[in-house]
């Protein structure tokens, strides 16, 4: 793991709280709607996550994770300001272009079906990234004021500064982790029968 970093990428704070909870360790991305192409790259394989507050919809999210999602919303940090609280290591990406994978996912992640589709059938190219991430708590987190370049529908941002990352810790233990990373991947394997 890097000792420092300065780049982030922007993320549903909802989802955030799904990946500090160790209740997801996977994104699908599309990609920022201001971006060159409608897809998505890992430009980093290491970055803080990002939260964002605009575009997040309750009828995205699984019912069970709605309440969740209005809490967050009713308490955003203060105008200006991001609170970076988790940092994330890609383990590994998968490209999905068929959409009856998706579904075998599900439990896997808190965007219901639809919000799932949606992204899978968005732009021309239909289909969606994954990306197995291995999150961290940081030690502390870190408010950083937002700046005008981190603004808009882009995946990646630059901070602009150096962040430390030491002394953080992993969301999920190795065994747990590992668990869900080859229940994943077993899904995703098409000649795999999931269980």
Request: hydrophobic residues 40%; positive net charge; proline residues 7%.
């Amino acid at each position: 793991m890097q000792r420092n970093n300065r780049f982030a990428l922007k993320e549903w704070a909802i989802i955030l709280r799904a990946l500090a909870e160790g209740r997801q360790v996977l994104l699908l991305r599309k990609g920022g709607l201001i971006e060159n192409t409608a897809r998505f790259k890992v430009e980093h394989t290491e970055f803080f996550i990002y939260p964002t507050y605009l575009h997040q919809q309750r009828r995205g999210i699984i019912p069970a994770w709605r309440k969740y999602l209005d809490q967050i919303l009713a308490a955003p940090p203060p105008k200006g300001e991001v609170h970076l609280t988790h940092y994330a290591v890609v383990q590994q990406m998968f490209k999905i272009t068929e959409p009856e994978r998706i579904k075998t996912l599900s439990a896997f992640h808190v965007l219901n079906e639809h919000e799932v589709r949606k992204r899978f059938f968005y732009g021309q190219a239909p289909g969606l990234n994954l990306v197995l991430l291995r999150v961290f708590q940081l030690a502390e987190s870190f408010r950083i004021p937002v700046q005008p370049s981190y603004a808009g529908c882009r995946s990646w941002v630059d901070l602009g500064q150096e962040i430390p990352t030491s002394r953080c810790r992993p969301v999920l233990g190795d065994d747990t982790f590992a668990m869900k990373a080859r229940r994943i991947a077993a899904r995703l394997n098409p000649s795999h029968q999931p269980s």
